[in-house]
Nanobody
């Protein structure tokens, strides 16, 4: 089992940047970011494999967001650039082990961090 703690959320103007962090209690998990806006379903944002050699992005964030990880710190990052008001959501970190299936089922979740983008 792995515990996940997100941080780095906040309020930013459109066009700005934020970096989210997800600290994990254990390593060697494939990691992903999801988000959920008010009255909308949770959606996949991006994912990175356990070694950091493979990534996968939703079309809505491709070219603007970058997922990375530092396994020495058991931490995954989400660098968000050129933010838009529609990026406003609670962002969740998630983990899974086993096969690299970026849009597969994730077994462990953080508590979420709020990102608000003002226009």
């Amino acid at each position: 089992q792995v515990q996940l703690v997100e941080s780095g959320g906040g309020l930013v103007q459109a066009g700005g940047s934020l970096r989210l962090s997800c600290a994990a209690s254990r390593s060697n998990y494939h990691m992903a970011w999801f988000r959920q806006a008010p009255e909308k379903e949770r959606e996949f944002v991006d994912a990175i494999n356990w070694s950091g050699t493979r990534t996968y992005y939703a079309d809505s964030v491709k070219g603007r967001f970058t997922i990375s990880r530092d396994n020495a710190k058991n931490t995954v990052y989400l660098q968000m650039n050129s933010l838009k008001p529609e990026d406003t959501a609670v962002y969740y970190c998630a983990a899974r082990n086993g096969l690299w299936l970026p849009m597969g089922q994730y077994d462990y979740w953080g508590q979420g961090t709020q990102v608000t983008v003002s226009s």
